[in-house]
């Protein structure tokens, strides 16, 4: 899967930071306790990384649990959703370390 577009690092990392800013921005904007406010997350998150180039459909979900725990705090952008996509990095990088070993002995 390294290969795959949504699975560059430019892409989760970027994607998870534009969910927490579309997230933040809606809970701040006073609509984020309206009804469609979760489905607004995910759709201007979608968009916003489409035209960013940096499309990571899974990081749609981080805007959605942004508004659905009503995050108000900028720290929220960082963690968990920055801090998140990180930590999925490392491990990515980690098993396609120990599958090139693998591979070489």
Known sequence: MKAAPAAQPRAVIG????????GYLIMNS???GEWYAKGAAV????TAMKF???THPPA???????????FKDPINILCPGLA???IILA???GIEAMNSKAKKA
Request: glycine letters at 20%; proline letters at 0%.
């Open 15 to 22: 994607g998870n930071l534009i969910a927490g800013i579309v």
């Open 30 to 32: 006073g609509y984020g």
């Open 43 to 46: 759709a201007l998150t979608l």
């Open 52 to 54: 960013a180039g940096v």
């Open 60 to 70: 749609g979900a981080y805007a959605f649990f942004f508004v659905f725990k009503q």
């Open 84 to 86: 998140g996509a990180c």
């Open 91 to 93: 491990v990515q990088q």
